[in-house]
């Protein structure tokens, strides 16, 4: 169980007036508080057989995607009415920590800069204080130094088109279109019973297919692409923007029209925005688009919140469907990260990387680290990826692809949790309200 008041207080509550077990072997997620380990002791102690500290204060999600579990992060972070912030903040960095104990690495972190945002600056430098006191407090009699390794922290409003866009891919289509709740699909057979099929790694068939393009998973017989080969940006995004808002669509697919209008012009004018709002009738609901702000993200175009694109890497000739030629922005920067070619300036450093670490591999003999089972598993260096504020599926795809191109690094991606188109325009719809806001009727009548 995790090493908070709430649980050990609910673990408490089980012994401490007529005991529900014989006994309790309690294995602890992380490090417990003194305080809580003593309030433990004092009213069950008689009970407890065994009782561990493991670092496993976070959820594999796939052999390659690790969350916290975590999406109420979002709106501590973000929410402007937040009382949690600092706490929050606090303990992503402790999951971060255990997740690099697991892993056996101690490594350089890195953040992305953002003149508006110090999230990921200020996790950064509580990643890099907690992993140093860790393994000064290691069980090892020699202090570990910096293994391979690298840690970089990006907040979600770095790229908010990949959370928006409709993908075609088949993982991030089939979640972003079907109700699948914990990587569970539950459907009807042709006799009308019901049936779930389970979306993870003992599906061999998933894994294979999940990063395909749909039309590689339909063998190509149902698809056919007419679009701009060169891939030439659109002259006219209202053009392309005014057919979709006049089709009868879905709402959430007319909002994530609009937004994708925006995000391609980096803003627009208030005058524009109000005609926007009206032609998808959320005069009532302009959060879905207003509180984008909270995130860094520029929506009403002034001088001051003008900010320059990403330089983005040129991949018109690598693509096989031209339909659907967006990549990640995440995509980028693991690539640049495995060629040792981040800004440092975009980047800072909140602790150096070892000298020999230049992403692909290289270290020379003399500065290897001792090597242990894990290392003898792998030959190469490893970059860590988290994303605050949640990771999309093509996000978590690009980790995939990058290991492959490369092979001496093995990318792993990380967030509090992994969100879908919908889930997120709930999410940021939401930053506006206050804390009693988010409380149920239950909750009300007991507060």
Not at 215 to 225: G, H, I, M, S
Request: aromatic content about 8%; hydrophobic content about 35%.
């Amino acid at each position: 169980m995790t090493p908070t008041a709430k649980s050990v207080d609910a673990f408490i509550d089980d012994f401490k007036i007529k005991p529900k077990y014989k006994g309790a072997y309690v294995y602890f997620t992380d490090y417990c508080p003194d305080e809580l380990f003593n309030n433990m002791k004092l009213y069950c102690g008689k009970h407890i057989r065994i009782c561990k500290e493991i670092n496993i204060w976070f959820m594999p999600q796939e052999a390659q995607v690790f969350t916290c579990d975590n999406p109420g992060a979002f709106q501590s972070i973000y929410s402007p009415h937040s009382q949690d912030k600092k706490k929050t903040l606090e303990t992503l960095a402790d999951q971060l920590v255990s997740l690099c104990a697991t892993l056996d690495e101690y490594p350089g972190v890195r953040y992305k800069k953002d003149n508006s945002m110090e999230n990921a600056k200020i996790l950064a430098e509580l990643v890099d204080n907690k992993l140093a006191k860790h393994y000064e407090l290691d069980d090892s009699t020699k202090k570990k130094g910096k293994t391979q390794a690298q840690l970089l922290i990006v907040e979600r409003g770095f790229d908010p088109v990949s959370p928006i866009l409709h993908e075609l891919t088949y993982q991030a289509m089939a979640y972003d279109l079907i109700d699948i709740q914990n990587d569970i699909y539950r459907y009807k057979s042709k006799d009308g019973s019901e049936k779930q099929a389970f979306l993870n790694e003992d599906d061999m068939l998933w894994v294979r297919l999940r990063h395909k393009h749909i039309a590689e998973v339909l063998e190509d017989k149902l698809c056919k692409f007419s679009s701009d080969v060169e891939g030439v940006k659109v002259k006219d995004p209202m053009r392309t923007l005014l057919p979709v808002l006049l089709n009868p669509y879905g709402i959430y697919d007319k909002i994530r029209a609009v937004l994708l209008y925006i995000f391609s012009l980096n803003g627009t004018t208030d005058e524009n925005l109000s005609k926007l709002i009206q032609h998808v009738k959320i005069e009532d609901e302009r959060e879905f688009i207003l509180n984008w702000k909270e995130l860094g993200v520029p929506i009403i175009t002034t001088p001051i919140n003008f900010s320059r694109k990403p330089t983005r890497r040129d991949r018109s000739q690598g693509e096989t469907y031209n339909l659907s030629r967006w990549t990640p922005v995440i995509k980028d920067v693991m690539e640049d990260a495995v060629e040792n070619k981040l800004d440092t300036r975009d980047w800072p450093h909140q602790s150096e990387n070892p000298a020999a670490w230049n992403g692909s591999g290289a270290v020379s003999a003399r500065q290897k680290h001792k090597t242990s089972s894990q290392d003898e598993r792998r030959t190469g260096s490893r970059l860590i990826v988290f994303v605050i504020g949640g990771i999309t599926h093509s996000e978590m795809r690009c980790a995939y692809e990058v290991t492959h191109a490369v092979k001496s690094c093995e990318v792993i991606i990380g967030s509090s949790h992994i969100l879908t188109p919908n889930s997120l325009l709930d999410d940021i719809k939401a930053l506006s309200k206050h804390p009693m806001e988010f409380f149920t009727i239950d909750e009300r009548s007991n507060a």
